[in-house]
């Protein structure tokens, strides 16, 4: 079993949907990232927790640490959206990556 | 301010061979860390440097080694490649060292071929 698991592994959407993407997690963690990686492969970070709640534009982003799970949320779904979304988890000082959501939003 | 920049974007070395990859980190920024990505296996932590100090190592063979420089740019090196070490190679910078304090910022990646 994956130290991180993520669900759904694939999404689709219409523009304007509310997405959810969520990750579970097996090993202590110091904090929980939320990376997107467009097609041409680059990654960007979104979000870096280690509690609570983050919200950045349409984008956001919870933990439950006893539950060890995360999710992230997009709202008013666009196009422009479409990416994979990865879930890492921050354990000894190492990133462990969970296998990635591909989301597609259709106009 | 300029980015995570890695060099070269695409590479095709022949199975024996080695390679180097390079990474230059956000300016002020003293840690580098390096992932592979593959379809298979995804996203995996290789090692990562700090003020040019190795701290912390992936499960990957000797033949994957690295080095940082006094300017915190970061070398990665595959010695004898196979045919699985295609893959995107990923380097990420941190102000510190360990991201949980300060975040990551990933450069555009190396795609490696390896023939």
């Known amino acids: 079993k994956n130290e991180v698991e993520q669900s759904p592994q694939n999404l689709t959407a219409q523009e304007g949907e509310f997405i959810t993407i969520n990750c579970s997690y097996s090993?202590?963690?110091?904090?929980l990232h939320w990376l997107q990686q467009h097609p041409g492969g680059g990654i960007v970070s979104l979000f870096m927790?280690?509690?609570g709640k983050k919200k950045h534009g349409r984008l956001i982003a919870t933990i439950n640490i006893q539950e060890k799970h995360s999710s992230l949320h997009i709202t008013a779904s666009h196009p422009r959206d479409s990416a994979v979304y990865i879930c890492?988890?921050?354990?000894?000082?190492?990133?462990?990556f969970g296998t990635g959501t591909r989301l597609q939003v259709f106009p | 301010k300029a980015g995570v920049t890695q060099t070269p974007r695409y590479l095709i070395k022949t199975r024996g061979q080695q390679v180097t990859l390079s990474c230059s980190p956000i300016s002020g920024h003293r840690s580098v860390s390096w992932y592979q990505q593959t379809p298979g296996q995804g996203l995996q932590f290789l090692f990562e440097?700090?003020?040019?100090?190795?701290?912390n190592k992936g499960n990957f063979p000797g033949r994957f080694s690295g080095r940082q420089f006094s300017n915190s740019r970061s070398e990665m090196n595959v010695s004898t490649l196979e045919l699985g070490d295609s893959a995107l190679y990923l380097c990420?910078?941190?102000?510190?060292?360990?991201?949980?304090?300060?975040?990551?910022?990933f450069g555009s990646g190396t795609r490696l071929t390896v023939v």
């Open positions: 990420a910078s941190s102000l510190g060292f360990g991201g949980r304090h300060y975040g990551y910022t």
């Open positions: 090993v202590g963690i110091s904090a």
């Open positions: 440097y700090f003020s040019e100090t190795q701290r």
């Open positions: 927790l280690s509690s």
């Open positions: 890492a988890v921050d354990n000894t000082d190492k990133l462990i």
